[in-house]
């Protein structure tokens, strides 16, 4: 069973930088493709930032320049690097894995979940 938690989230400003985690059981990232996807109130989950077994990396157009995502092998954890924190950034924060090397933007495509962490950017 593939494992991920996240942690990182909290409350910032607009402007702020976060950083967000996502430690995965065993190697899985080093076969497979990991993302982040992010949940606003009332709205579906949406793709933010994924990066492939290749390290292929690719982002949403609404986080292109102020996001990135970056693996640590060693650790076995993902990173999403968030600078420029904007209100519309505010939702849960999900890690997900998907048995294939190649990033999907779409939700339904990943088997393996993590629990969520919360990311609140004040005005």
């Known amino acids: 069973q593939v494992r991920l938690v996240e942690s990182g989230g909290g409350l910032v400003q607009a402007g702020d930088s976060l950083t967000l985690s996502c430690a995965i059981s065993?190697?899985?990232?080093?076969?497979?493709?990991v993302v982040w996807f992010r949940q606003a109130p009332g709205k579906d989950r949406a793709f933010v930032a994924g990066i492939s077994r290749n390290d292929e990396t690719s982002y949403a157009n609404a986080v292109k320049g102020r996001f990135t995502i970056s693996k640590d092998n060693a650790k076995n954890t993902i990173y999403l690097q968030m600078n420029d924190l904007k209100p519309e950034d505010t939702g849960i924060y999900y890690c997900?894995?998907?048995?294939?090397?190649?990033?999907?933007?779409?939700?339904?495509?990943?088997?393996?979940w993590g629990q969520g962490t919360q990311v609140t950017v004040s005005s």
């Open positions: 997900a894995g998907r048995s294939n090397p190649v990033v999907i933007t779409s939700s339904l495509y990943y088997e393996y």
């Open positions: 065993g190697h899985f990232f080093s076969s497979n493709a």
